[in-house]
């Protein structure tokens, strides 16, 4: 049975209502702004424009706007980005506030990445003021990857029914904790890669001075990265085999083949930029592996759990009446759910 409506809160009953397909739309624009911040981010470092704006909030002597210079608008360019995603988000979170009915989960997962996008601009200002610190950094980029977790996950359950009693699981208990183990190995595998960034000789920034770097060999910390990557394939590619052997649904086993085709994608990709020391463009591709990588992962993980798709997901209610009490709207709801 889908999840019964609930009654909006007294203040947003005054405002028009959201149809769910607003809502699912919405999720999926953050979803794709949420990784061009990813692919603007590390356009930035790979043209070495990091601290093409030196200050923050302002981008150069007290001026908002850049000088007109290749590092500061590359470095612009991605702050601005970062303001159309908070503005995206801020506007999801809304819609999942006055979405009918009312869905909690969709407004703490829209609310987690207000949250996140506000942590990530914090850290972003601390990270400008600490000239690229590689630790900062770092943090910077799995911060990132949380919010790429968030909006997957937003843009799955926007459409689907979720409440008490409605997931049925679709795979063998000892299948669910092999993903579990092998997502927190993805975990791993991004966080050595993130570090062997760190480690590398380009720092990413425009100033030409020197800046830390972690003080391991870029080959030393490439090795574990690389193990821990083939691992994770040979991992995924076992999990994909013994789905094909056991009575699952086809998109299972469907997620998981693909998954395998954007590790080893990723891999190539890896061992190929590391071999030719690095080009710009090899680096930005691999970012944006890694994105699709855990969008892939996430997803993977949200299949083994079958969800109905939401009959409201189907029809647009966009009456955006007033009603004081916002009675009409919730009953208007429970008939749609009920008459589906």
């Known amino acids: ?42 356009a930035v470092r790979v043209t070495g424009s990091g601290l093409g704006c030196a200050d923050w909030p302002d981008c150069f002597k007290n001026h908002v706007t850049p000088p007109l210079q290749f590092h500061s608008l590359m470095e612009f360019g991605n702050r601005m980005v970062t303001v159309l995603l908070v503005v995206v988000i801020g506007v999801t979170f809304v819609a999942t506030l006055l979405r009918r009915p009312l869905r909690r989960d969709l407004v703490w997962l829209s609310g987690g990445l207000v949250a996140g996008v506000l942590l990530e601009a914090v850290l972003g200002g601390i990270v400008v003021y600490t000239k690229l ?36 699981v679709l795979v063998p208990r000892p299948i669910t904790l092999l993903t579990r183990g092998m997502a927190v190995l993805l975990t791993v595998v991004v ?105 892939g992962m996430t997803q993977f993980v949200l299949t083994l759990t079958h969800h109905a798709a939401e009959p409201l997901a ?6 955006a009446r007033r009603r004081p009490e916002g009675v009409g709207v919730a009953r208007t709801a429970d008939r749609i759910t009920a008459g589906s």
């Open 314 to 319: 189907a029809t647009v209610p966009a009456f």
């Open 133 to 168: 610190n590689p630790y900062l950094v770092m943090v910077h980029f799995l911060a990132t990857m949380l919010l790429v977790v968030d909006a997957a996950v937003l843009l799955h359950r926007s459409s689907r029914v979720y409440g008490p009693g409605t997931g049925r």
């Open 191 to 295: 966080a050595a890669g993130a570090a062997t960034t760190g480690t590398a000789p380009d720092s990413g920034g425009a100033l030409g001075q020197h800046i830390v770097r972690i003080p391991v060999s870029l080959r030393d910390m490439a090795e574990v990265h690389a193990t821990l990557a083939l691992f994770l394939i040979g991992v995924v590619l076992s999990l994909a085999v013994a789905l094909h052997a056991l009575d699952v649904p086809e998109r299972v086993r469907k997620a998981a083949r693909m998954l395998v085709v954007v590790l080893v994608f990723q891999g190539v990709v890896g061992y190929s930029q590391y071999f030719t020391h690095l080009p710009a463009a090899l680096v930005e591709l691999h970012e944006l592996g890694v994105t699709v990588l855990v969008i």
């Open 1 to 42: 049975m889908p999840e019964p409506a609930r009654l909006a809160p007294r203040w947003a009953r005054r405002l028009p209502a959201v149809s769910p397909v607003v809502v699912r739309r919405l999720s999926l624009v953050s979803l794709v702004c949420v990784g061009a911040i990813v692919l603007t981010g590390a």
